[in-house]
C-alpha cells in the first residue's frame, strides 16, 4: 500500500466520516477499508485527533510551528553563551 500523508484537516474529515459510517452499522475494518488507511492508523488518529475541530488542528500546528522556532533560538543563544565563556575564560 502506497504511502500517503494527510494533513490534520484530511484526517479529521476522515474521522468524521470514520464514526458516521460506525453509527450506521459498519465495522472499523470496513470503514477503514472504505477511508483508505489500516486499523492501526485509523486508532492511532483516533487517539491523536478524536474529538478534535478542524480549526483547533490548524491552531495545533501553528503552535508547534512556533515551539520548534523557539526552540532552536534558545539553542542559538545557549551556543552563543558557551562560545563567549570559553573565550572569557581564555583571556585571564
Known amino acids: 500500500m502506497a504511502r ?13 466520516q470514520a464514526e458516521v459510517e460506525i453509527a450506521n452499522g459498519a465495522t472499523v475494518a470496513q470503514v477503514c477499508k472504505k477511508i483508505g488507511v489500516t486499523e492501526q492508523t485509523y486508532y492511532r488518529w483516533r487517539s491523536e485527533y478524536g474529538g478534535m475541530r478542524v480549526d483547533q488542528a490548524k491552531r495545533l500546528r501553528e503552535l508547534e510551528a512556533e515551539n520548534a522556532r523557539l526552540k532552536k533560538l534558545v539553542a542559538d ?3 552563543d553563551i558557551a562560545i563567549l565563556r570559553e573565550a572569557a575564560s581564555g583571556n585571564f
Open 4 to 16: 500517503k500523508r494527510y494533513t490534520p484537516e484530511q484526517i479529521i474529515n476522515k474521522l468524521r
Open 77 to 79: 543563544q545557549a551556543l
